[in-house]
């Protein structure tokens, strides 16, 4: 489970802020892309080195387990 | 730390939810709705009458959705001296109009863009916070800072 927040300060002018935390890689640009519909157009986005860190990832390595299988056989 | 974005806002949306960010920036700004469709009543007589300046201010990026308002529709809010009036043009443009005795353009100006820019943080404020509950994320803190900013802090799990 990951914990994703955003803090969103919407000035008195309406212009919004929006930092996106915990979200990582390509799951930060699917909320950047959810806000810029919500609220207007994107005037600047920063990545910051949160969101180059690799997507956490299960895997069951099924090759393994059938070369045992085929091997008992 | 992952992403910072800056936003401009678009407003795209029909009369009803404009009229309650209406009703909010009125609030928040001491302007009392005078009515929901205007019936212009003129004074006339014997009364010295001041000049009544006016003044309109379009919302940048803005279109009201004409399914659900017919063009003369309007919002009326007033303070003091100060009315002002929120519709929508030919073109589907949010207009806000600033008008006033014995006011001078400038103030009315001043007036009509304090409205607009309420107008506008009400409207974001809304639907933010409605596309929030929608995608699940739970309010964790939410201020009014010094400088009339609003600061919503939300959070939700993920798998």
């Not at chain 2, 992952?2 to 401009?8: D, F, K, N, Q, R």
Request: with cysteine.
């Amino acid at each position: 489970m990951e914990q994703h927040e955003m803090e969103i300060t919407i000035s008195k002018t309406g212009e919004i802020k929006v930092h996106i935390k915990g979200a990582k890689g390509k799951r930060c640009l699917q909320y950047a892309e959810w806000l810029k519909q919500v609220v207007g157009k994107i005037k600047d986005q920063k990545l910051t080195s949160e969101y180059y860190e690799p997507e956490v990832k299960s895997r069951i390595n099924l090759d393994v387990d059938l070369k045992t299988d085929s091997d008992q056989q | 730390m992952s992403t910072v974005l800056i936003l401009a806002p678009v407003i795209i949306s029909n009369w009803p939810a404009i009229t309650a960010a209406v009703v909010g920036a009125a609030s928040a700004l001491g302007f009392v709705t005078k009515q929901a469709v205007e019936q212009e009543v003129r004074q006339t007589g014997g009364q010295e009458q001041k000049a009544e300046q006016e003044i309109e201010v379009e919302l940048p990026e803005s279109q009201v959705l004409s399914e659900q308002v017919a063009t003369d529709q309007q919002i009326v809010v007033t303070k003091g001296a100060i009315q002002i009036i929120v519709k929508r043009d030919e073109r589907g443009r949010c207009v806000i109009c600033a008008k006033g005795k014995g006011l001078s353009k400038t103030e009315l100006k001043q007036a009509a863009q304090q409205f607009t820019e309420k107008l506008t943080q009400c409207f974001i404020y809304d639907k933010v916070l409605k596309q929030l509950k929608q995608k699940n994320f739970q309010i964790v803190n939410e201020e009014v800072t010094e400088n009339d900013d609003i600061r919503i802090h939300v959070r939700r799990w993920e798998e």
